[in-house]
C-alpha cells in the first residue's frame, strides 16, 4: 500500500482531484456553474461515462447469454427444424412442378401420336462417366415395358435408344454415338440419308448424315426427320442441317446435322414402348406382312 502512495498512478489522481477542486472553488466563488467549468466536467467525465455504459451493455449481454443459454439453444434447434421443413418443402415443390411438366408433355405426345405407347416420363440419374457419346440412365426398366431398342425421345425429338435394360433402370445410347444410326430424310425435298454420330463429331455436339445422293437438294437449314423402321417411328425430329460437303469419292454427299436435343442438358426423358408401323412406311422399309391367302373352296 505504501509504495502505490510513492507511485505515478497515485500523483496523477492527486493532481485530477486538484484540479477538480480548483474548479469546483471557481464555480462557487463567481455564483454557480460558468461555462468553462462545465466543459471542464464534460471532458473528464464524459469519456468515463462513455465507457461504463459500454461495460454495462456488454456484462448485461453476456449474463443474459449466460442465465437463458438453455432457451436460446431450444429456440436455435426450433428454428433450424422450421428452416429444414421449409426447405422440404421447397424440394417436392419442384419435384411437383417437374413432375406436372412432364406428364403435360406426355399427354401432349399421346395426343399427338395416339398410337404410340410410351413409358412413365423418365428421369435422368446417372451419365456415363468418360463416355465421349453421353450416355445415360434413366430411372425406368423392363417393368415400365422398356426393351432394348426402344427410341427415346422428348417433347422436342429423338435423343437415342435404350440398352442394357434392367427392371428398374435402362442406359440409353444417344445419337452422338457411332453405334446409333437412323434413317432418315429431309422434309423440305425428301432427300434421304442415314444419321449416325462420331468422336469429333461429338465434341462438337454435332452427328452426320451420310449416303446422301449427289444429286439431291439438300441444304444448310433443312430439317431432318426418321424415315421410320421397327425401332424408330416415321417423322420424327432429328435436328437440322448445319452444312453440306461432297465425299471424297465423289459419289454422295453427307451433311453435318445439328440434334434437336442436347443430351448433356436433359433431366427428363419418354421411351416408346411400341408403335404401329403405317403401311406406307412397311412397305418402303420392306416390313410389310404378307397378306393373308384365301382357302379355295370346292
Same mark, same amino acid.
Given at each position: 500500500?505504501?509504495?502505490?502512495?510513492?507511485?505515478?498512478?497515485?500523483?496523477?489522481?492527486?493532481?485530477l482531484?486538484?484540479?477538480?477542486?480548483?474548479?469546483?472553488?471557481?464555480?462557487?466563488?463567481?455564483?454557480?456553474?460558468?461555462?468553462?467549468?462545465?466543459?471542464?466536467?464534460?471532458?473528464?467525465?464524459?469519456?468515463?461515462?462513455?465507457?461504463?455504459?459500454?461495460?454495462?451493455?456488454?456484462?448485461?449481454?453476456?449474463?443474459?447469454?449466460?442465465?437463458?443459454?438453455?432457451?436460446?439453444?431450444?429456440?436455435?434447434?426450433?428454428?433450424?427444424?422450421?428452416?429444414?421443413?421449409?426447405?422440404?418443402?421447397?424440394?417436392?415443390?419442384?419435384?411437383?412442378?417437374?413432375?406436372?411438366?412432364?406428364?403435360?408433355v406426355?399427354?401432349?405426345?399421346?395426343?399427338?401420336?395416339?398410337?404410340?405407347?410410351?413409358?412413365?416420363?423418365?428421369?435422368?440419374?446417372?451419365?456415363?462417366?468418360?463416355?465421349?457419346?453421353?450416355?445415360?440412365?434413366?430411372?425406368?426398366?423392363?417393368?415400365?415395358?422398356?426393351e432394348?431398342?426402344?427410341?427415346?425421345?422428348?417433347?422436342?425429338? %429423338?435423343?437415342?435408344?435404350?440398352?442394357?435394360?434392367?427392371?428398374?433402370?435402362?442406359?440409353?445410347?444417344?445419337?452422338?454415338?457411332?453405334?446409333?444410326a437412323?434413317?432418315?430424310?429431309?422434309?423440305?425435298?425428301?432427300?434421304?440419308?442415314i444419321?449416325?454420330?462420331?468422336?469429333?463429331?461429338?465434341?462438337d455436339?454435332?452427328?452426320?448424315?451420310?449416303?446422301?445422293?449427289?444429286?439431291?437438294? %439438300?441444304?444448310?437449314?433443312?430439317?431432318?426427320?426418321?424415315?421410320?423402321?421397327t425401332?424408330?417411328?416415321?417423322?420424327?425430329?432429328?435436328?437440322?442441317?448445319?452444312?453440306?460437303?461432297?465425299?471424297?469419292?465423289?459419289?454422295?454427299?453427307?451433311?453435318?446435322?445439328?440434334p434437336?436435343?442436347?443430351?448433356?442438358?436433359?433431366?427428363?426423358?419418354?421411351?416408346?414402348?411400341?408403335?404401329?408401323?403405317?403401311? %406406307?412406311?412397311?412397305?418402303?422399309?420392306?416390313?410389310?406382312?404378307?397378306?393373308?391367302?384365301?382357302?379355295?373352296?370346292?
Open positions: 500500500m505504501r509504495e502505490f502512495f510513492h507511485s505515478f498512478k497515485f500523483k496523477i489522481i492527486i493532481a482531484m486538484a484540479v477538480l477542486l480548483g474548479a469546483m472553488i471557481y464555480s462557487v466563488t463567481t455564483g454557480g456553474y460558468s461555462s468553462g467549468s462545465s466543459y471542464l466536467f464534460e471532458l473528464v467525465f464524459e469519456p468515463l461515462k462513455s465507457l461504463s455504459m459500454k461495460l454495462s451493455d456488454k456484462i448485461s449481454t453476456s449474463l443474459d447469454m449466460v442465465m437463458n443459454a438453455e432457451e436460446y439453444y431450444e429456440e436455435n434447434l426450433r428454428l433450424k427444424e422450421e428452416l429444414k421443413g421449409y426447405y422440404n418443402d421447397m424440394v417436392e415443390y419442384d419435384r411437383v412442378v417437374q413432375e406436372n411438366a412432364q406428364l403435360r406426355m399427354l401432349d405426345l399421346k395426343e399427338e401420336y395416339s398410337d404410340y405407347e410410351f413409358s412413365p416420363p423418365c428421369n435422368v440419374i446417372a451419365r456415363t462417366t468418360n463416355d465421349p457419346y453421353l450416355s445415360f440412365t434413366i430411372d425406368k426398366g423392363a417393368n415400365d415395358g422398356i432394348p431398342g426402344d427410341p427415346v425421345v422428348t417433347e422436342n425429338g %429423338i435423343v437415342g435408344a435404350c440398352y442394357e435394360v434392367s427392371l428398374a433402370t435402362c442406359k440409353v445410347r444417344t445419337l452422338y454415338s457411332p453405334r446409333t437412323v434413317g432418315v430424310y429431309t422434309v423440305r425435298t425428301k432427300a434421304e440419308g444419321v449416325s454420330g462420331g468422336y469429333d463429331l461429338a465434341a455436339g454435332r452427328i452426320r448424315m451420310s449416303y446422301i445422293s449427289k444429286e439431291s437438294d %439438300i441444304a444448310e437449314g433443312d430439317i431432318i426427320v426418321t424415315t421410320g423402321s425401332n424408330y417411328p416415321a417423322g420424327q425430329l432429328i435436328g437440322t442441317v448445319e452444312s453440306v460437303e461432297m465425299e471424297k469419292s465423289g459419289l454422295s454427299k453427307y451433311a453435318v446435322i445439328i434437336a436435343e442436347d443430351p448433356a442438358s436433359l433431366t427428363g426423358v419418354f421411351v416408346i414402348t411400341n408403335y404401329t408401323l403405317d403401311e %406406307i412406311t412397311a412397305v418402303k422399309t420392306g416390313q410389310e406382312t404378307e397378306p393373308a391367302q384365301s382357302e379355295d373352296t370346292d
